[in-house]
């Protein structure tokens, strides 16, 4: 991350990460042109919950919110998912603590709806999993 961020920086770019949890030094990151976005919020989102037995691999996601120059506001996410085939059950669950993070951020009091969304990722899913149905069909 402190590697790259300056190479970013001189380019014109800002930047919000999360390392994974258990000491791991990967992580995701968003990267965004300062010139044509402002930070509003971000948070880390840890998949790891020590007291959900379904919720205990290290990855992590983010979720942000930008201003564009033009004043218009747009929540982003990214996560990288469990990769393991077999445990689809895990990767189900990391996208559902995501999605909720991602739904509570993007509502705004304001209009009372929700900002348009973008979510990206290495999500490790076929189109014909649980959790590709999740993300693009609610369930």
């Known amino acids: 991350n402190q590697q790259i961020r300056p190479w970013f920086a001189q380019l014109g770019y800002e930047a919000v990460s999360q390392c994974r949890t258990g000491g791991k030094v990967d992580g995701c990151a968003i990267f965004f042109r300062r010139d044509k976005f402002s930070l509003v919020t971000y948070k880390g989102v840890e998949y790891k919950q020590e007291d959900i037995p379904v919720l205990n691999k290290d990855n992590i996601g983010i ?3 930008l201003t ?6 747009v929540a ?8 393991n085939p077999k445990r ?24 009372e709806g929700h900002l348009p969304v973008i979510v990206t990722g290495d999500l490790n899913l076929q189109p014909y999993s649980d959790t590709y149905n ?3 069909k609610g369930g």
């Open 88 to 111: 689809q059950e895990i990767r189900l669950a990391q996208t559902a603590l995501l999605l909720a993070e991602l739904d509570q951020l993007a509502w705004d009091t304001q209009c």
């Open 134 to 136: 999740l993300i693009t």
């Open 63 to 65: 979720v942000c919110c």
């Open 76 to 83: 982003i996410a990214t996560t990288h998912l469990l990769f």
């Open 68 to 73: 564009a120059s033009n004043g218009a506001r």
